[in-house]
Nanobody, 121 residues
Framework: QVQLVESGGGLVQAGGSLRLSCAASGTIFSINEMGWYRQAPGKQREVVAAVISGGKRNYSDSVKGRFTISRDNAKNTVYLQMNSLKPEDSAVYYC???????????????WGQGTRVTVSS
C-alpha cells in the first residue's frame, strides 16, 4: 500500500509564500504522476498543478506564474512553491499520486489527508 503525507500549510498574508510537500511511501516501483488539488469551502475540488513521470508540468490558469510544482524522484516527493498568494488561494490542498506498485504494472491511485492554506487579506 502507498501513503501520501503532506506538510507545509499554514496562515500567510496576501502576497506571501508557502511551500507544500508531499512524500509518498510504501511499496512503490515508480510514480507515474503526482499533483496538487485544492478545495475551498462550498466549492468542488480542483486541480492546481501536476507533474508526470517525463517531467511535464501542468498548471491551472489561476496559479500560472505564481505557483511552481517540482518533484524529487529519489525521495518520491512533490513540492508546490506558492508565491504571491491571494485570499482566493485559501483552501485545503490535497496531494494526489498514481504509482506503479509491482512488476506486473499494477497501479495505485490515492490522496493525502490534506493541508490547510489560509491567506489573509
Amino acid at each position: 500500500q502507498v501513503q501520501l503525507v503532506e506538510s507545509g500549510g499554514g496562515l500567510v498574508q496576501a502576497g506571501g509564500s508557502l511551500r507544500l510537500s508531499c512524500a509518498a511511501s510504501g511499496t512503490i516501483f515508480s510514480i507515474n504522476e503526482m499533483g496538487w488539488y485544492r478545495q475551498a469551502p462550498g466549492k468542488q475540488r480542483e486541480v492546481v498543478a501536476a507533474v508526470i513521470s517525463g517531467g511535464k508540468r501542468n498548471y491551472s490558469d489561476s496559479v500560472k506564474g505564481r505557483f511552481t510544482i517540482s518533484r524529487d524522484n529519489a525521495k518520491n516527493t512533490v513540492y508546490l512553491q506558492m508565491n504571491s498568494l491571494k485570499p482566493e488561494d485559501s483552501a485545503v490542498y490535497y496531494c494526489n499520486a498514481e504509482a506503479r506498485i509491482d512488476d506486473y504494472g499494477s497501479t495505485w491511485h490515492g490522496w493525502g489527508q490534506g493541508t490547510r492554506v489560509t491567506v489573509s487579506s
